[in-house]
């Protein structure tokens, strides 16, 4: 079957460290891996988008890593702080000819001061 | 510039009621989308508009739900004889729609209770 696989358990770390949020899947074949930040009561906001033919991707303290093969994304927050606390959200394409996503349960990451 | 943005950001309704969820997508965005999110769980798939037609309905539950884009900007979900496992976060986003993927941008949802 089909599954995306992201902790469930909450994310705790302090503040100046690196968060490294885990995506896997499993039956899928994605064009492209998005991730998503969403806060309490509110939608998710686009982080970053890596195709399957890059190996990664950085946007200021954000980095994404797309491993086709072990069909695994790893996303990055160095130096953290408290107001990166929120969870976060992969989503994959699923190759129908238009962006037709499927996420995953999304990790909740705490920073401490 | 406006965002996405969904109206009632609350709903609550009786089971067996007739609801109407609206969403006034970023101007100018053709791809339109509809999730619903429950506690705990990433948002869930439900329908797609390019334009006016919806171009994949294949994530609507069942028969009761059904969604519409007349003029190709707002979207309205409607959702027939309410059940109380219909109560969720239904998200609207929208996109530009470009091959090879684009970013999303989502409303804030709207909360709807079923009792």
């Known amino acids: 079957s089909q599954k995306i696989e992201q902790n469930s358990e909450a994310l705790n770390i302090q503040e100046g460290k690196t968060a490294t949020l885990t995506c896997n899947y499993t039956?899928?074949?994605?064009?492209?891996l998005q991730w998503y930040r969403q806060d309490p009561g509110r939608g998710p906001v686009f982080l970053l988008l890596?195709?399957?033919?890059?190996k990664e991707k950085r946007k200021e303290r954000l980095k994404v890593t797309f491993d086709t093969t072990l069909k695994q994304s790893l996303f990055h927050i160095t130096a953290s702080q408290p107001a990166d606390s929120a969870t976060y959200l992969c989503a994959l394409d699923q190759r129908t000819g238009f962006q037709k996503l499927v996420f995953g349960t999304g990790t909740r990451l705490l920073v401490s001061p | 510039g406006a965002g996405v943005s969904q109206t009632p950001s609350n709903k609550v309704t009786e089971k067996g009621k007739y609801v109407e969820l609206r969403c006034d997508p970023i101007?100018?965005?053709?791809?339109l989308y509809w999730y619903r999110q429950s506690l705990g769980q990433g948002p869930e798939f439900l329908i797609y508009?390019?334009?006016?037609?919806?171009?994949?309905d294949s994530g609507l539950p069942n028969d009761r739900f059904f969604a519409v884009r007349p003029e190709g900007s707002v979207s309205t979900l409607k959702i027939q004889r309410t059940e109380r496992g219909d109560s969720a976060v239904y998200l609207c986003?929208?996109?530009?729609?470009?091959?090879?993927?684009?970013?999303?941008?989502f409303g804030p949802g709207t909360r709807l209770t079923v009792t």
């Open positions: 986003a929208s996109s530009l729609g470009l091959a090879g993927g684009d970013e999303q941008y």
């Open positions: 508009f390019q334009g006016t037609g919806a171009a994949d």
């Open positions: 890596i195709r399957e033919n890059e």
């Open positions: 039956n899928y074949s994605p064009a492209y």
């Open positions: 101007s100018g965005h053709t791809a």
